[in-house]
């Protein structure tokens, strides 16, 4: 079956505008995550979902960064008044409940200029 | 921090040759995986070590577990070039937010042909 998909794969904006980024999980995973990765480093945690149950938000950086879902399915991070520290690929991954393997997605690499 | 750490942070072998990475973590986990990177982009899970586990395999993969130490390795037998990405170690705590993955910042694998 299909993959995660994320959408866009690069996006470049201007310092100060918001930006929307999507991910589609794997059908049938409840748990979704989002990662950001700075160039030549490991992943950070953001975010993550499980279900209907309230979302981890212990990872997001500052309050310009939010994140829904849509029950199981579609989730969006979206990053207001954009910073240049915000460039970075973002990743999102899905898994089954309560399983520890998890499924990336290819990654929106995001330029702040 | 909890984030763990790999050694070598780069590592070039020629084509045949066997490679090992080191990875150390700080607390008692639940679980540590293993993970490779090509191009910066997705990720793709390897294999997965579950505490109370010394040794796995998966085809060339040799994943160790020292819970003692803190630390795991992972060889990678008979290299060829396409094993040529950067790896990474991702520790699944225990407690609260065990679903969490906690990644190191990766070695960069290079196989000469």
């Known amino acids: 079956g299909a993959g995660v998909s994320q959408s866009p794969s690069n996006k470049v904006t201007e310092k100060g505008k918001d930006v929307e980024l999507r991910c589609d999980p794997i059908?049938?995973?409840?748990?979704l995550y989002w990662y950001r990765q700075r160039l030549g480093q490991g992943l950070e945690f953001l975010i993550y979902?499980?279900?209907?149950?309230?979302?981890?938000k212990s990872g997001l950086p500052s309050d310009r960064f939010s994140a829904e879902r849509t029950g199981e399915s579609v989730s969006t991070l979206t990053i207001q008044r954009t910073q240049q520290e915000d460039s970075a690929v973002y990743l999102c991954a899905s898994s089954f409940f309560r399983t520890y393997e998890q499924y990336f997605g290819p990654g929106t690499r995001l330029t702040v200029t | 921090s909890q984030q763990g750490e790999e050694d070598p942070q780069a590592l070039s072998i020629q084509e045949g040759e066997n490679a090992t990475m080191n990875c150390s973590y700080k607390?008692?986990?639940?679980?540590l995986q293993w993970y490779r990177q090509n191009s910066g982009r997705g990720l793709v899970h390897l294999i997965l070590i579950r505490s109370n586990e010394r040794e796995k395999h998966s085809g060339r993969l040799r994943v160790t577990l020292d819970t003692s130490k803190k630390s795991s390795s992972l060889l990678i037998t008979a290299s060829r070039a396409a094993d040529t990405a950067s790896y990474f170690c991702a520790a699944s705590y225990s407690g609260a937010g065990s679903y969490q993955l906690t990644f190191g910042k990766g070695t960069k694998l290079s196989v000469i042909p």
């Open positions: 607390t008692s986990i639940n679980n």
């Open positions: 979902f499980q279900g209907n149950s309230a979302p981890d």
């Open positions: 059908s049938g995973h409840t748990a």
